[in-house]
Every structure is written in structure tokens, then in C-alpha cells.
Nanobody, 115 residues
Framework: QVQLVESGGGLVQPGGSLRVSCAAS????RTWNMRWYRQAPGKERE???????????YYADSVKGRFTITRDNIKNTLYLQMNGLNTEDTAIYFC?????????WGQGTQVTVSS
């Protein structure tokens, strides 16, 4: 059974940093692309970043240069290091993967940027 469990969200001041994690199980983690999405209040869910099974990474323009997506294929865990946070980064952050034609999502972790 595929499971994705996010953690590490919280309250951070503008300009601060936070790292969220996504623990994966039930599939061969190292071979699949993994993604982070986020959904801000009243807005549609938006793509944030992707990391391939080879370790190549891609970012939305809104987070490029501030966020870093990484993966630990031993711990089967996906990470998103977020630096230079601002209030527009406030959202629920979800990890996602597409295994063939089946899409899986975690439950999300709340990140709030506020002074």
C-alpha cells in the first residue's frame, strides 16, 4: 500500500527557513519522480518542485533560488528546504508521486509565514 506522510510544517517568521519532509512507503521510492505541491487559502493547488529518480530537480519560478528539493533514497524520504520565506508561501504543502497511471498524495503539512 502506497503511503506518503508529510511532516515538519509550522509557523515561521518572514525571512525564515523551514524544512518539510515526506516519508514514503509501499513502492520502490528511488525509481520514481517525486513532487511537492502547495495550496494556499482560497487558491488552487500549485506545483512547487520535482525531483527525478536520477536526482534532477525543477522548480516553479515563484520558489526558484529559495527552495531546494532533495531526496534520501535510503530513508525513502523526500525533503523541501525552504529559505527566504514570505507570507505568500503560506500554504498546505503536499508531496505527490505518479506511479504509472496511479497518482498518490500525502495528507499535507501546514506552513504559515507570519510575524
Amino acid at each position: 500500500q502506497v503511503q506518503l506522510v508529510e511532516s515538519g510544517g509550522g509557523l515561521v517568521q518572514p525571512g525564515g527557513s523551514l524544512r518539510v519532509s515526506c516519508a514514503a512507503s509501499g513502492f520502490i521510492f528511488r525509481t520514481w519522480n517525486m513532487r511537492w505541491y502547495r495550496q494556499a487559502p482560497g487558491k488552487e493547488r500549485e506545483w512547487v518542485a520535482t525531483i527525478t529518480g536520477f536526482g534532477d530537480s525543477y522548480y516553479a519560478d515563484s520558489v526558484k533560488g529559495r527552495f531546494t528539493i532533495t531526496r534520501d533514497n535510503i530513508k525513502n524520504t523526500l525533503y523541501l528546504q525552504m529559505n527566504g520565506l514570505n507570507t505568500e508561501d503560506t500554504a498546505i504543502y503536499f508531496c505527490q508521486t505518479l506511479l504509472g497511471t496511479s497518482e498518490y498524495w500525502g495528507q499535507g503539512t501546514q506552513v504559515t509565514v507570519s510575524s
